[in-house]
C-alpha cells in the first residue's frame, strides 16, 4: 500500500522534466520513502538501472544529509 502512495505522490509531481526530479523526490521522502524505496520508484516509473537510481538518490538534495555516510560505507566495504 505504501509503495502505491509513493508512486502516485511521484507521478503527481514529477512531469518528465529533469528539473523537477528533485521536487518529486522530496515529496516521496516527505511522504515516507526510504532510500531503496525512492530508487525503486526511480527504476520503475523511469526505466533506470539500479546503478542510475542510485546515483541520482545518493547524489540528490532530498537525501544530502545521507550522502557522506554512505559514500563512507561504501568505500569501508570495498576494502573487506
Known sequence: MMDTILEVTF?????GDSSNLEIAL???KETGATQMQSALILIKKLGLSI???DY?????????ENKDN???VRMNSEMF
Open 26 to 28: 522530496l515529496r516521496i
Open 11 to 15: 507521478e503527481s509531481v514529477y512531469n
Open 51 to 53: 546503478k542510475e537510481a
Open 70 to 72: 554512505i559514500i563512507q
Open 56 to 64: 541520482l538518490i545518493v547524489h540528490s538534495n532530498a537525501w544530502k
